[in-house]
């Protein structure tokens, strides 16, 4: 079964929003930092939030900082990223991922969704 299951990309607008979600296991979301990362096409994949165990803290790029938001809900055991102001270059696979340590490396991250695609057009 898996641990972490993406959903809500989609094409977008320039501007506009979309929220993606990260389903888990509540072993996942209990015990693990859950982040996002992206990789654009020829490019590689890089951490866009991370969100620390219990939800008390985030970390954002610059590169997103004040459009993107991580949240999450306990009860649902998923984790949300709201993605305002769309700009074409956040086009992406989005992933969701999880580290027993808080780690904006992707390479440290311990298990990994499928990814979802998210396109912005100009």
């Known amino acids: 079964e898996a641990e972490l299951v993406e959903s809500g990309g989609g094409l977008v607008q320039a501007g506009g929003s979309l929220r993606l979600s990260c389903k888990t296991s509540?072993?996942?979301?209990?015990?693990?930092?859950i982040g996002w990362f992206r990789q654009a096409p020829g490019k590689a994949r890089e951490v866009v939030s991370l969100l620390s165990k219990k939800g008390a803290t985030t970390y954002y790029p610059a590169s997103v900082k004040g459009r993107f938001t991580i949240s999450s809900d306990s009860a649902k055991t998923t984790v949300y990223l709201q993605m305002n102001n769309l700009k074409p270059e956040d086009t992406a696979v989005y992933y969701c991922?999880?580290?027993?340590?808080?780690?904006?490396?992707?390479?440290?991250?311990?298990?990994w969704g499928q990814g979802t695609q998210v396109t912005v057009s100009p």
């Open positions: 991922a999880a580290s027993w340590l808080w780690a904006i490396d992707p390479q440290h991250q311990d298990y």
């Open positions: 509540t072993r996942v979301f209990d015990g693990y930092a």
